[in-house]
């Protein structure tokens, strides 16, 4: 039995997982993106290029992005990074004895009205 190994993410295709999640973060989260050419320190159609994989992230613009976005590098090279990942919204650790299937479930205050009034 051969162990497989998984293979380090090429620099091009790191350059749009970071483009991409950037995208995705400043959406999901309707920030600015002049505002965080400028905690980059860098122009807006710059910005607009890097956003696009037009021109590469230094390592210091991605660290500069991730403090922007209060996050971590690790997660700006993310190729799965979901919308729903962003804001925490993900099953619970439930085991599936729950009854719910590890599903989320609404809190207090979200039940129907069931008095009949």
């Given at each position: ?6 293979q ?15 995208n ?12 965080l ?15 696009r ?13 991730a403090d922007?976005l ?22 619970t ?7 719910n299937g ?5 809190g ?7 008095s009949?009034l």
């Amino acid at each position: 039995m051969t162990a497989v190994m998984s293979q380090p993410v090429s620099a091009a295709k790191a350059q749009d997982i970071v483009a991409m999640n950037v995208n995705l973060m400043i959406n999901a989260r309707h920030l600015q993106k002049k505002d965080l050419a400028k905690a980059l320190g860098i122009a807006p159609q710059t910005i607009s290029k890097k956003l696009r994989s037009e021109i590469t992230w230094t390592i210091n613009e991605t660290q500069a992005a991730a403090d922007f976005l209060h996050t971590d590098v690790a997660t700006l090279l993310n190729p799965n990074l979901t919308t729903s990942e962003l804001f925490g919204i993900n099953k619970t650790a439930a085991p599936d004895d729950s009854e719910n299937g590890g599903q989320l479930v609404a809190g207090h205050g979200f039940e129907p009205w069931t008095s009949g009034l």
